[in-house]
């Protein structure tokens, strides 16, 4: 690592409306290093780099690059400082392919016409070298998201980029990809590219940072080497209190069924059967995981469930009232919260306000409205509670969704769900994205629901928070359930080997569920909050993955 300075910040201060997101924040960081930035959900990372890559312009101070003083005027200008960024939220154009994404605005000519010959063969080498395989002639609406994120990094370094910002990238990657894109920015930094990594990921830092500055509500509250410090300590440096890293959990006391599914199938919209008999049940007074390696039709179970897919066959009962194909206010009413896994697509109407958002589900019913009229005093009543309670960072309840950040989108909606006392409330990758004191916040109120006696179904591709909240785990492989385990009996590795296809040794309720298998031990447990990212899922130490998991012959297990 070089000890020159490639990116220095000075006195940087940027205010919107109603918030300083930046105060006079300073930032050196060094050439060839991997400097992460840390903080909270809304804490001014983002509009920070932002300024960096040229999107927006500071109100006050100086940022030199490679020790010269420069203004950043735009993205055009930062890029041609060599600088690149990465964005959360991805800048692609979905009817187009993944060549002509990476290359748009870049293209190689030859004469007047683009040479895709040449873009092509740059485009392969960038892969090859760096691990990012994808097909370029797809379009970006048939990949993947993970795809899409490594559409975003060649995009960067086709335009030959020596500083570069990923900005949370790996909130939507599997655990595989997160390790290999840790060995990227390794090695981009290895050839002494400079690497600043906005996250709110400790497990992350300390794995692949050098150095790390922590900024809390706008504000630089620390800068050192990762090698000095302890996940615990930027966990209090970042949200300026200690954070429970365990959340007690009483026993489960399931009660009645709640939703009861019988032999459902669907199809996607290539005509590919996606779910194959599936059956389970969720009661009251329990958390239901789902786990399996994503594309595996946990998306397409979760969107029948609310009322955005329909199902081919089967049977969907909520209380017993049968829900299959019904549209999506008609499952709301009867007493089903969603928490959906895109919050800015499915979760929230961005250029609402905060308060708007919050009774989305209820708007049309009292205290909300009188005669078709909406009670804006009400509604920002309820907001204002819902606000405090769940630490929502918004100037107010007439903040535009749009202006909050990702982890207070998510808090909104998760606020509003609960909000609503449904009876069974479908969680889906609820805290993807969230800094620690978030996660705990959320998995709190997870707990909450399912101890006051409602069903819980919580689907997450991360195993650890999959292991910490449920009582029950059923594990999905193309399409069915190949495993119903007791979190207190299995481990990551059974787990991970019943979502690949691999049989399983012991741990499952077996049967059709109904039992106690899951409920948790006697008293409390404790319940981690941790945001670190599972290993080992998909495959046995020895690299081998396993035949057809039990129930391949689609008879199914109920859950």
Do not use: W
């Not at 991805?90 to 004469?111: C, H, S, W």
């Not at 960038?126 to 048939?142: N, Q, W």
């Not at 504000?219 to 429970?244: H, I, K």
């Not at 405090?388 to 909606?413: H, M, W």
């Amino acid at each position: 690592m070089k000890s020159g300075i490639a990116v220095e910040m000075r006195g940087i201060t940027k205010r919107f409306p109603g918030i300083v997101a930046n105060d006079r924040i300073d930032l050196q960081v060094r050439k060839g290093e991997i400097h992460a930035l840390l903080g909270e959900n809304g804490a001014g990372k983002t509009p920070l780099m932002n300024i960096l890559f040229g999107l927006c312009q500071p109100d006050e101070g100086e940022i030199y690059i490679h020790g010269r003083k420069v203004g950043i005027t735009g993205p055009q200008k930062a890029i041609e400082l060599g600088i690149g960024m990465i964005h959360q939220h991805f800048m692609l154009d979905e009817p187009y392919t993944v060549l002509q994404n990476i290359i748009l605005g870049a293209e190689p000519r030859k004469g007047v016409m683009i040479d895709y010959r040449e873009a092509l063969a740059r485009v392969k080498e960038l892969s090859a070298k760096y691990g990012l395989h994808v097909d370029p002639h797809r379009t970006i609406r048939e990949i993947s998201v993970g795809m899409q994120q490594r559409v975003e990094i060649l995009k960067t370094l086709y335009r030959g980029a020596d500083i570069l910002i990923f900005d949370e990238p790996t909130a939507v990657l599997t655990p595989q990809e997160i390790r290999e894109l840790m060995a990227i920015m390794r090695r981009l930094a290895g050839e002494g590219k400079t690497i600043i990594l906005i996250t709110h990921k400790l497990k992350e830092i300390m794995a692949v940072g050098d150095r790390v500055t922590v900024i809390r509500r706008g504000r630089v509250v620390g800068s050192l080497p990762v090698r000095d410090t302890s996940p615990e300590e930027l966990a209090s440096m970042m949200v300026g209190r200690n954070v429970s890293f365990v959340i007690p959990k009483k026993e489960a006391r399931p009660g009645e069924t709640i939703l009861e599914i019988e032999n459902l199938t669907a199809h996607d919209e290539r005509g590919i059967q996606v779910l194959k008999g599936l059956s389970l049940e969720v009661r009251r007074g329990e958390i239901l995981g789902i786990a399996g390696v994503e594309g595996n039709g946990q998306r397409e179970l979760i969107e029948i469930l609310t009322g955005l897919r329909t199902a081919a066959s089967g049977e969907i009962r909520v209380g017993g009232r049968p829900v299959r194909n019904e549209p999506p206010r008609r499952i709301a009413e009867s007493k089903v919260g969603f928490i959906p896994e895109d919050r800015q697509k499915r979760g929230l109407v961005l250029d609402f306000s905060v308060g708007e958002n919050l009774v989305l589900k209820n708007y049309y019913a009292p205290p909300f409205s009188r005669r078709g009229l909406l009670k804006y005093d009400r509604i920002f009543d309820h907001a204002a509670g819902l606000i405090g309670e769940y630490d929502i960072r918004t100037p107010d309840e007439k903040t535009p969704a749009r202006a909050l950040s990702g982890g207070n989108q998510q808090k909104v909606i998760v606020a509003r769900e609960v909000a609503g006392d449904p009876d069974l409330l479908i969680a889906t990758q609820p805290t993807r994205g969230l800094d620690v004191g978030a996660i705990e916040i959320i998995h709190r109120k997870l707990i909450e629901q399912r101890d006051s006696g409602k069903a819980v179904l919580l689907h997450s591709l991360e195993l650890d928070e999959i292991l910490n909240l449920s009582d029950r785990i059923a594990v999905m492989y193309e399409g069915r359930i190949v495993g119903v385990l007791d979190p207190r009996e299995t481990d990551e590795q059974e787990i991970g080997l019943l979502m690949s296809g691999g049989g399983v040794s012991g741990g499952g309720t077996g049967g059709d569920g109904k039992g106690e298998g899951g409920a948790a031990a006697d008293g409390e447990r404790e319940v981690a909050v941790g945001d670190g990212t599972a290993e080992g899922r998909a495959n046995r130490d020895d690299g081998s993955v396993g035949g057809a998991g039990d129930h391949a012959d689609g008879s199914g297990e109920r859950a």
